[in-house]
T-cell receptor
Framework: NAGVTQTPKFQVLKTGQSMTLQCAQD?????MYWYRQDPGMGLRLIYY???????DKGEVPNGYNVSRLNKREFSLRLESAAPSQTSVYFC????????????FGDGTRLSIL | EDKVVQSPLSLVVHEGDTVTLNCSYE??????LLWYKQEKKAPTFLFML????IEKKSGRLSSILDKKELSSILNITATQTGDSAIYLC??????????????FGQGTILTVHP
């Protein structure tokens, strides 16, 4: 019973490189989310997808793009990585928006040099 | 802008102590208040609170919401070293384009010494 799976778990990039973080859930959830977590700042929402085919900006979307590939998968792309994007990234999903709690993946620790 | 504030930011106790963690929110479109526990990796869900004054309980953990004071507390009794974690509270929005979005507080780092 995997829940929410994120790949990769760790990544080191150089400034200016691009990469895509992958997220997949097997709970048949409608809504998916991407957060970043920095020390002392809790979790901040980057982008979310309320349902398949829709995406919306969260609190800190600059420098990121997302794709809701299908109901299971929601990817986050950094087009030109910057040191300020060094963080731990979490993907989450929920059955339907705010009615149910969100379930989180184990995170991707991303360092940008 | 919605804002969720937790206090204290960190807390060190000994096994057997009782702790109370606080969460306050200021939001115009409130739906629910959630508590999560984060150890090494993923935050794990503890409680979802939607009604004021109704305590939710799970073992040694309990939580209650006060809509009048726009706040919630998380109590942990007879703490154990396994309770050491970051405790996050989050407010979920009710409707419109913000439906389902969570706004998190900074988290409280709880350390329980043997």
């Amino acid at each position: 019973n995997a829940g929410v799976t994120q790949t990769p778990k760790f990544q080191v990039l150089k400034t200016g490189q691009s990469m895509t973080l992958q997220c997949a859930q097997d709970m048949n959830h409608n809504s998916m989310y991407w957060y970043r977590q920095d020390p002392g700042m809790g979790l901040r929402l980057i982008y979310y997808s309320a349902s398949e085919g829709t995406t919306d900006k969260g609190e800190v979307p600059n420098g990121y793009n997302v794709s809701r590939l299908n109901k299971r998968e929601f990817s986050l792309r950094l087009e030109s990585a910057a040191p300020s994007q060094t963080s731990v990234y979490f993907c989450a999903s929920s059955e339907h928006g705010g009615n149910q709690p969100q379930h989180f993946g184990d995170g991707t620790r991303l360092s940008i040099l | 802008e919605d804002k969720v504030v937790q206090s204290p930011l960190s807390l060190v106790v000994h096994e057997g102590d009782t702790v109370t963690l606080n969460c306050s929110y200021e939001v115009t479109n409130f739906r629910s208040l959630l508590w999560y526990k984060q150890e090494k990796k993923a935050p794990t869900f503890l409680f979802m609170l939607t009604s004021s004054g109704i305590e939710k309980k799970s073992g040694r953990l309990s939580s209650i919401l006060d809509k009048k004071e726009l706040s919630s507390i998380l109590n942990i009794t007879a703490t154990q070293t396994g309770d050491s974690a970051i405790y996050l509270c989050a407010q979920a929005n009710a409707g419109g384009t913000s439906y389902g979005k969570l706004t998190f507080g900074q988290g409280t780092i709880l350390t329980v010494h043997p």
